[in-house]
């Protein structure tokens, strides 16, 4: 069973920066490839980026390419999310998520119910 527990949000206001990390246990955490989700209020939950297992290949939702990066650490089982730029409607919660399988494309990666496992989620709120 894999454990993901999120850290790093916060308030900012528009235009700032932040930076999500996701711990990662119980697992073979290079087995996995990481993706970030986030959810605001009243909405369903939308893909923001993934990382593969070796961190080589990213991906990114076009709301947030060149604003946002995604790394990982496999020696410290830690997968970050760096947030630029950031704008009123990037405040959500934000998820770490774990996927396990070995798809590939799009349409693959920005589906959450095809992750695995789950953080609880981190806030992040950007004021104007």
């Known amino acids: 069973q894999v454990q993901l527990v999120e850290s790093g949000g916060g308030l900012v206001q528009a235009g700032g920066s932040l930076r999500l990390s996701c711990a990662a246990s119980g697992g073979i955490f290079s087995g996995y490839a990481m993706g970030w989700f986030r959810q605001a209020p009243g909405k369903e939950r939308e893909f923001v980026a993934r990382i593969s297992r070796s961190g080589g290949v990213t991906y990114y939702a076009d709301s947030v390419k060149g604003r946002f990066t995604i790394s990982r650490d496999n020696a410290k089982n830690t997968v970050n999310l760096q947030l630029k730029s950031l704008r009123p409607e990037d405040t959500a919660v934000y998820y770490c998520?774990?996927?396990?399988?070995?798809?590939?494309?799009?349409?693959?990666?920005?589906?959450?119910?095809?992750?695995?496992?789950w953080g609880q989620g981190t806030q992040v709120t950007v004021s104007t």
């Open positions: 998520a774990a996927d396990t399988g070995s798809g590939s494309g799009s349409s693959y990666y920005t589906r959450a119910r095809l992750y695995d496992y």
